[in-house]
C-alpha cells in the first residue's frame, strides 16, 4: 500500500467499481474481461452474461470448443496408428 495514502481511503478505492474511475477504468474493466475469458472460456463468460447475443456467442464457442476436441482426440489416433 502506497505510504502517502490512509486505509480507510485506500479500501475506498478499492471498492469502487473501476468503470466509476472513467476512461482508464474501463480499461482496466475491459482488461480484467479479458482476464476472464482467458481463465474461464468464452462459453462460460457469454452465458454468465444472459442475452441473445451471449446465448448465440456460447453456443458458437461450445461448438468451436467440440470440433476442437475432436481435432486433438483424432491427432492422437494418428499418432498411435504410427
Do not use: H, N
Not at 474461464?40 to 467440440?66: F, H, N, P, Q
Request: glycine share 8%; with cysteine; proline share 1%.
Amino acid at each position: 500500500m502506497d505510504a502517502g495514502i490512509s486505509t480507510s481511503d485506500w479500501a475506498a478505492m478499492m471498492a469502487t467499481p473501476f468503470a466509476a474511475l472513467g476512461d482508464v477504468g474501463a480499461a482496466r474493466e475491459t482488461f480484467l474481461a479479458a482476464r476472464a475469458y482467458d481463465s474461464k472460456g468464452l462459453a462460460v463468460e457469454m452465458a454468465a452474461v444472459g442475452t441473445s447475443a451471449g446465448a448465440a456467442t456460447a453456443s458458437t464457442a461450445t461448438r468451436s470448443t467440440t470440433v476442437m476436441a475432436a481435432e486433438v482426440v483424432a491427432q492422437a489416433a494418428c499418432r498411435c496408428a504410427w
